[in-house]
C-alpha cells in the first residue's frame, strides 16, 4: 500500500483511538499512572490531543505539533527505560487491537524510539 505512514495507519482517526486506548491503559498501570497525577480532566484531555497530533505530524499527516519539545516535556520526570517499555508495550496492544500491520507498527516504534532519548533519563 501506498502512502504515508500516517495513512497506512488508518489516518486520524485510528491514530486517536489508538491514543484513548493507550491513555486508558497508562492510567490503570500503576508503573506509568504516576505521571498523570494531579492533573485534571481539562489537562489529560490536553496531554491525549498533544500525544495524537505528535503522532500524527511523526507519520507526515496533516497535523502539526504544537507542543514543546519532547526533551523540555519530559525534563525532571526521570522516566527510566522500563517505563518506557511499558509504554511501548501498552502502545503495541493497542495498534493490535486495531489491526495494524506489523509492518506500520515497526514503522512507527522506529519514529517514536528517534525520540526516545529527548523522554527516558534513567536506563
Known amino acids: 500500500m501506498a502512502g504515508t505512514l500516517y495513512e497506512k495507519l488508518g489516518g486520524y482517526s485510528v491514530i486517536a483511538a ?12 500503576k508503573r506509568l499512572a504516576k505521571y498523570f497525577a494531579g492533573h485534571g480532566d481539562n ?18 499527516g496533516p497535523c502539526f505539533y504544537l507542543g514543546r519539545d519532547m526533551s523540555t516535556v ?6 527510566n527505560g522500563s517505563e518506557w517499555q511499558v509504554f ?28 526516545k532519548n529527548d523522554i527516558v533519563e534513567a536506563p
Do not use: W, Y
Open 43 to 60: 489537562s489529560k484531555k490536553r496531554l491525549r490531543q498533544m500525544l495524537v497530533e505528535m503522532i500524527c505530524q511523526l507519520t507526515r
Open 88 to 115: 511501548i508495550t501498552h502502545l503495541i496492544g493497542e495498534l493490535d487491537s486495531f489491526a495494524v500491520p506489523d509492518e506500520e507498527q515497526k514503522d512507527l516504534l522506529k519514529l517514536l524510539n528517534s525520540i
Open 18 to 29: 489508538v491514543v484513548d486506548g493507550l491513555m486508558a491503559r497508562i492510567a490503570e498501570d
Open 74 to 79: 519530559h525534563k525532571g520526570l526521570g522516566i
